[in-house]
């Protein structure tokens, strides 16, 4: 999953495989309190390791901590802080969005 495709987002959660394969994996609503891992795949072949994720609401939805494992993905831990809604963002090496959730 990690190659080809437009740039996505996976969680650990468990959510169903959906139909497009080039669709979000996410596992949505969290629960508040929920720590939960998501994936950033840069797809197209494009290297992600200088790619972050960042929230829009952090107090609803927190990234606590990048991981940047190999050129295929990147690992953020996240927490589910309160109720309400958050925008993530991924985030190329330059600064630039590249895909919202």
Not at 8 to 31: F, H, I, M, V, W
Not at 59 to 79: E, M, N, Q, Y
């Amino acid at each position: 999953m990690a190659c080809g495709g437009p740039p996505r987002l996976e969680d650990d959660e468990g959510a169903p495989t959906p139909k497009d394969s080039n669709a979000d994996k996410l596992s949505l609503p969290y629960a508040t309190g929920t720590k939960v891992r998501i994936k950033l795949y840069a797809g197209g072949g494009a290297a992600s390791s200088d790619w972050s994720l960042v929230s829009d609401q952090p107090s609803v939805f927190a990234i606590d901590k990048l991981s940047k494992s190999d050129d295929t993905h990147i690992g953020a831990d996240c927490s589910a802080l309160s109720p309400g809604q958050a925008t993530l963002r991924m985030l190329d090496a330059g600064g630039s969005e590249r895909h919202s959730a």
